[in-house]
């Protein structure tokens, strides 16, 4: 965890703590009216990060 002057704090988080953190979040946001969308969306990257991926990856198998 991030605190507000900027040192960290080890938080341990197990999954069902992380799944009601995040269903919380969501209660909260749309309680203020901040829109939220349920559905699955795809994203998809930049043809330009796509192909530095590409080279990224040949440059680390030469390396061996």
């Not at 002057?5 to 703590?17: A, H, I, N």
């Not at 309680?31 to 795809?42: A, K, M, N, T, Y």
């Amino acid at each position: 965890m991030v605190n507000a002057d900027g040192s960290v704090t080890p938080l341990k988080l197990d999954s069902t703590m992380a799944l009601e953190a995040y269903q919380q979040a969501v209660a909260v946001a749309k309680d203020v009216g901040l829109p939220w969308h349920p559905d699955p969306f795809e994203l998809s990257p930049q043809a330009k990060l796509t192909e530095l991926v590409r080279k990224s990856r040949e440059i680390q198998s030469l390396a061996g």
